[in-house]
T-cell receptor
C-alpha cells in the first residue's frame, strides 16, 4: 500500500508570494492533518480535514488555509509569505474518526522563503 | 490545552547501552500517548502508542514505554541501543476523538559504535 505522498518536496519562494502544497493520503484514509516543523517551534498542528470539512484548527494566522477534495486529497495554502514561514510542512493521514487516531506521516514539503 | 515536555534534548550513548527518554504531559483528562521516531532523511514513523489498558506498551524495534498516570509520564525505554537507533524521538499526545497531536520538542539520540 502506498504511503502518504506530498508534492512538491522542495519549494523556494520570496516574501509576499503565496504557495500551495499538496497531500495525497493513503488509499482509504479520509482524514488529513497538516503540521509545521521548525527548529525553533518544533512540530505544530495546523489543521485537520475530514470529509472535505475542517474539523480542527491550530493557532496559526489566517494566511494559512487548506481544503480537502472529495477524493480525500488535501491542499494547504499560505498567502503573503513571511521569512518565518520557512519550515518543513508535514501531512498525515488516518482512517477517520474513532479509528484509533493513528496518523501516518508523509515525507514533507520543505519550504524556503527568501 | 495539553502540552508535552521532553527534558532530554540531546542524548549520546554507546552501542549496547540502555536508553530511557523522558516525556511528561500536562492535561487533566484522558489522553492518548505516542512516541514517533524520525530517522535521518526519513519521515516520522510511529514507534508505539497507548490508548488504554496495560500501561506497559511494546512497540517496534524493541522499544517499550510505560504510562504512569500519577506522574503524567510516558517514558520510552530500550534495553540495548544500536547504531541504527540514531534518530530524533518525539513524544506526542492527543485526546480521544481528536487527531490533532501535540508534540514535545524532541530528543536527538546519537548512538556511537
Amino acid at each position: 500500500k502506498a504511503g502518504v505522498t506530498q508534492t512538491p518536496r522542495y519549494l523556494i519562494k520570496t516574501r509576499g508570494q503565496q504557495v500551495t502544497l499538496s497531500c495525497s493520503p493513503i488509499s482509504g484514509h479520509r482524514s488529513v492533518s497538516w503540521y509545521q516543523q521548525t527548529p525553533g517551534q518544533g512540530l505544530q498542528f495546523l489543521f485537520e480535514y475530514f470529509s472535505e470539512t475542517q474539523r480542527n484548527k491550530g493557532n496559526f494566522p489566517g494566511r494559512f488555509s487548506g481544503r480537502q477534495f472529495s477524493n480525500s486529497r488535501s491542499e494547504m495554502n499560505v498567502s503573503t509569505l513571511e521569512l518565518g514561514d520557512s519550515a518543513l510542512y508535514l501531512c498525515a493521514s488516518s482512517l477517520g474518526q474513532g479509528m484509533g487516531n493513528e496518523q501516518f506521516f508523509g515525507p514533507g514539503t520543505r519550504l524556503t522563503v527568501l | 490545552a495539553q502540552s508535552v515536555s521532553q527534558h532530554n534534548h540531546h542524548v549520546i550513548l554507546s552501542e549496547a547501552a540502555s536508553l530511557e527518554l523522558g516525556c511528561n504531559y500536562s492535561y487533566g483528562g484522558t489522553v492518548n500517548l505516542f512516541w514517533y521516531v524520525q530517522y535521518p532523511g526519513q519521515h516520522l514513523q510511529l514507534l508505539l502508542k497507548y490508548f488504554s489498558g496495560d500501561p506497559l506498551v511494546k512497540g517496534i524495534k524493541g522499544f517499550e514505554a510505560e504510562f504512569i498516570k500519577s506522574k503524567f509520564s510516558f517514558n520510552l525505554r530500550k534495553p540495548s541501543v544500536q547504531w541504527s537507533d540514531t534518530a530524533e524521538y518525539f513524544c506526542a499526545v492527543n485526546v480521544p476523538g481528536r487527531r490533532a497531536l501535540t508534540f514535545g520538542s524532541g530528543t536527538r539520540l546519537q548512538v556511537q559504535p
